[in-house]
């Protein structure tokens, strides 16, 4: 079992930067994908972006550029620096445990954390 447990949320003016973090309890993480997604009010839960292992790295389009996700095995730690940021990336974001950095489907992915506050004002 794995346990997941997301900080660094909060409020952020348009062009700010936030970095998230995520920590892994419970069992190693080294041998999963890791991955943010988000949702924001009234919508489904979307890919952010995704790190293997071994560092392979994918990201949405509408976050490339922008966002860097990184990992810290020793730590059992993923993180995602998010930069120019802009109001339509207010969402609750979330980590999550899978089997590939490929994968951009939440159901896809096996654990989850329960999400840490975006909020970006114009």
């Known amino acids: 079992q794995v346990h997941l447990v997301e900080s660094g949320g909060g409020l952020v003016t348009a062009g700010g930067s936030l970095r998230l973090s995520c920590a892994a309890s419970g069992r190693t993480v080294s041998s999963y994908a890791m991955g943010w997604f988000r949702q924001a009010p009234g919508k489904e839960r979307e890919f952010v972006a995704a790190i293997s292992g071994l560092g392979f790295i994918n990201y949405a389009e509408s976050v490339k550029g922008r966002f860097t996700i990184s990992r810290d095995n020793a730590k059992n730690t993923v993180y995602l620096q998010m930069s120019s940021l802009k109001p339509e990336d207010t969402a609750v974001y979330y980590c999550?445990?899978?089997?590939?950095?490929?994968?951009?489907?939440?159901?896809?992915?096996?654990?989850w954390g329960q999400g840490t506050q975006v909020t970006v004002s114009s």
């Open positions: 999550a445990a899978g089997g590939s950095y490929r994968r951009t489907l939440a159901v896809q992915y096996d654990y």
